[in-house]
């Protein structure tokens, strides 16, 4: 079962930019798809993007055009780069896989907080 761990969380102003990872404990080569979501306070989590082990992403509309998924197979490590930061995306932020997210294994997850 691979562990996941992520990073790269902090505070930072709206309009701001993060770059969260996620650290696998093993080989992602073969894990198809590798997703984000995040949980804010009294909120249920929600699904934020995904990408392929193809390279094909896809995004929730309330980050499209804004965040960037993408995964490096070489360093078993995922990537969301976040950019124009709105207080509406603070939240803790997790990343998982299908199989994991099923059965209910999640990690840490890195907290966002969006705030001047």
């Known amino acids: 079962q691979v562990q996941l761990v992520e990073s790269g969380g902090g505070l930072v102003q709206p309009g701001g930019s993060l770059r969260l990872s996620c650290a696998a404990s093993?080989?992602?080569?073969?894990?198809?798809?590798m997703n984000w979501y995040r949980q804010a306070p009294g909120k249920e989590r929600e699904w934020v993007a995904l990408?392929?082990?193809?390279?094909?992403?896809n995004y929730a509309d309330s980050v499209k055009g804004r965040f960037t998924i993408s995964r490096d197979n070489a360093k078993n490590t995922v990537y969301l780069q976040m950019n124009s930061l709105k207080p509406e995306d603070a939240a803790v932020y997790y990343c998982?896989?299908?199989?994991?997210?099923?059965?209910?294994?999640w990690g840490q997850g890195t907290q966002v907080t969006v705030s001047s």
């Open positions: 990408i392929t082990v193809g390279g094909t992403t």
């Open positions: 093993q080989s992602i080569f073969s894990i198809n798809v």
């Open positions: 998982n896989t299908p199989a994991r997210s099923t059965r209910g294994y």
